[in-house]
């Protein structure tokens, strides 16, 4: 499946942004005045006048009863309070937004959910509704171009939870509003996006006026970069440092008699970076353990050290060629800036049909946004003193 633009996500589905924000707490109810003590009475203690009770803020009080309406159908404001509060795991709004928040952000809700309705009838007049067993599909879809590591990574955070990638895509798409994305998404894609082209004229272009952003910067002044393949221990016994050391020396032997080093390091090392032929890119003085650093900054561009040990077992290293500032060519970058090109068209092809749509569909928004705050006035300077006339 392709990535789906930003445009595209905020018409599929109903996001709701955290804001950060202090606590809210009720306002102190006033307490009674006390009476003023009469002189040479001493009267018993009057009980302290109980306080209020409290009354809670109504956060959403702000909204009408129907905030939109949409091909004759009422949005009301239990339908966004709904939508926003199912954001949250316990389908309460956080302390940490207040009424003036809930109320700087209503309209965008709404407009979002309306968006998302005028898609929605769009599709289902296209024989496109929402579905489980379409989003299960497009979801499988979507984790196919996830990367192995990333989705081993993914797989054990849902382990620890005693779920499975499939019982974890099996509870996302029981998620309505997952479904309608996706419902959104499939109509998108069949009479809009596949239909987005970028011109070699245009991406050229692109790369012109936005040459800055391809550039690559070179390595830190004063840094080396080096490979490396390290034998570690199994622990802390004589006999298992003997037996890392006739490894690791049979790797050397092995790398002199012409093997290469970056296969020698995807085979052989302990270390992650053995995924990248036990390249550790660039690094400065201070960044690795001490026997580490002397023997990388002691070799020459190309030359490989001897067997080299430090408290993480026993390393082979090459320092490498310093890598300097250039530029990513076009060719490097076409697909990128395809993307961009195609992904800016999109979001002009929706506004153009949600402009045409909501006009068809009777759209009404019956919340206004509120009004840009105006900048404050610049403080007036002071005027400069006037200097008193010399005494004659």
């Known amino acids: 499946m392709k990535k789906i633009n930003a445009a595209v996500m905020t018409a599929g589905a109903l996001s709701a ?16 005045a006390a009476p003023a003590a009469k002189p040479a009475v001493v009267a018993p203690a009057a009980a302290p006048a109980a306080k209020p009770a409290e009354k809670a803020e109504d956060l959403w009080g702000f909204l009408p009863a129907v905030v939109a309406e949409v091909n004759g159908k009422k949005v009301t404001k239990e339908d966004i309070v709904k939508i926003f509060t199912a954001q949250f795991p316990d389908g309460q709004v956080p302390p940490m937004f207040t009424r003036q928040m809930l109320e700087k952000f209503a309209p965008q809700v709404i407009k979002q959910m309306v968006d998302t309705m005028v898609l929605l009838n769009l599709a289902e007049k296209d024989g496109i509704k929402p579905d489980k067993k379409a989003t299960v ?9 996830i990367p192995p590591e990333q989705l081993d990574m993914e797989k054990q955070k849902l382990a620890a939870q005693n779920m499975t990638m499939e019982s974890y895509i099996d509870k996302t798409a029981d998620n309505k509003i997952v479904q309608e994305s996706f419902a959104i998404r499939q109509w998108l894609d069949k009479n809009v996006l596949t239909n987005l082209k970028a011109t070699d004229q245009e991406i050229e272009a692109f790369y012109k006026e936005n040459k800055a952003n391809f550039k690559v910067p070179g390595d830190p002044e004063g840094s080396v970069r080096a490979s490396h393949i390290l034998i570690s221990l199994k622990d802390e016994s ?25 296969k020698l390091a ?15 890119g660039a690094f400065s003085k201070g960044q690795m353990v001490p026997e580490f650093e002397a023997a990388a900054f002691a070799l020459k561009d190309g030359e490989v050290s001897g067997v080299v040990k430090t408290k993480f077992g026993y390393h082979i290293i090459r320092r490498d060629k310093a890598v300097t500032e250039s530029e990513k060519s076009l060719a490097d970058v076409k697909g990128a800036i395809e993307n961009v090109i195609k992904s800016k068209k999109a979001e002009e092809a929706i506004k153009t049909i949600l402009a045409k749509a909501t006009v068809d569909q009777g759209v009404k928004i019956l919340v206004a946004a509120p009004a840009p705050v105006a900048p404050a006035a610049p403080a007036a300077k002071a005027a400069a003193p006037v200097a008193a006339p010399a005494a004659k």
């Open 266 to 280: 995807e085979a052989e090392s302990a270390c992650p970076s053995k995924k990248a032929g036990g390249s550790l």
């Open 137 to 145: 599909i497009a979801l499988n879809e979507m984790i196919k171009n």
């Open 238 to 262: 004589p006999a298992a440092d003997k037996e890392a050391k006739e490894k690791v020396e049979k790797v050397l032997a092995r790398l002199k008699a012409g093997e290469t080093f970056e």
């Open 17 to 32: 942004a955290l804001f950060a924000g202090q606590p809210v707490f009720a306002q102190d109810a006033k307490t009674a």
